[in-house]
T-cell receptor
Framework: GEDVEQSLFLSVREGDSSVINCTYT??????LYWYKQEPGAGLQLLTY?????DMKQDQRLTVLLNKKDKHLSLRIADTQTGDSAIYFC????????????FGGGTRVLVKP | EPEVTQTPSHQVTQMGQEVILRCVPI?????FYWYRQILGQKVEFLVS????????KSEIFDDQFSVERPDGSNFTLKIRSTKLEDSAMYFC??????????FGQGTRLTVV
């Protein structure tokens, strides 16, 4: 089956690190993604990781993948108020056709 | 920076009416998608389109839905006879084929 789960809400102080977690069930996922959705806006691709990688760093963003536990995380260093948004993880499985399966989204609130 | 554009941003329609949601994908992209997000729920895959035909569709994408790429630039989603439960944010996405899908800003459809 295909199921991607995320916690609903995360509150963090400006300047601290945020860690958003995601679990997925299908071990055949080939790519895992993080999208950001600001209020009233579309889905912005932040970063993605190929399933044979453990970690990917892109400026303030660090993605960690634990394939054994089917756990994906996104760490945002030095979180800013502009990082307040909903963050979606998504998996892509070639065997399932060209589509993404999304988690429910984690709402991140950055407090000054 | 190239982007996926969707029109209109908000559409209100009466139950039973036909609606057409429009998308202009990024010009050199080859794969096209529609997703939807009912308020408070996950982003769900509807359909993927490649080489002028549907490559995959979900259970949601029943006979009331159709997609078309009429002129090589636009990609449309038609709902023939809208129902209240079709109210959602509809996202168009496109990718060149390297699994980096870029999403539009979405069209909020409200069926009354």
């Amino acid at each position: 089956g295909e199921d991607v789960e995320q916690s609903l809400f995360l509150s963090v102080r400006e300047g601290d690190s945020s860690v958003i977690n995601c679990t997925y069930t299908d071990s055949s996922s080939t790519y895992l993604y993080w999208y950001k959705q600001e209020p009233g806006a579309g889905l912005q691709l932040l970063t993605y990781i190929f399933s044979n990688m453990d970690m990917k760093q892109d400026q303030r963003l660090t993605v960690l993948l634990n394939k054994k536990d089917k756990h994906l995380s996104l760490r945002i260093a030095d979180t800013q108020t502009g990082d307040s948004a909903i963050y979606f993880c998504a998996e892509y499985r070639e065997a399932a056709g060209n589509k993404l399966t999304f988690g429910g989204g984690t709402r991140v609130l950055v407090k000054p | 920076e190239p982007e996926v554009t969707q029109t209109p941003s908000h559409q209100v329609t009466q139950m039973g009416q036909e609606v057409i949601l429009r998308c202009v994908p990024i010009s050199n992209h080859l794969y096209f998608y529609w997703y939807r997000q009912i308020l408070g729920q996950k982003v769900e895959f509807l359909v993927s389109f490649y080489n002028n035909e549907i490559s995959e569709k979900s259970e949601i994408f029943d006979d009331q839905f159709s997609v078309e790429r009429p002129d090589g630039s636009n990609f449309t989603l038609k709902i023939r006879s809208t129902k209240l439960e079709d109210s959602a944010m509809y996202f168009c996405a496109s990718e060149i084929g390297n699994t980096e899908a870029f999403f539009g800003q979405g069209t909020r459809l409200t069926v009354v």
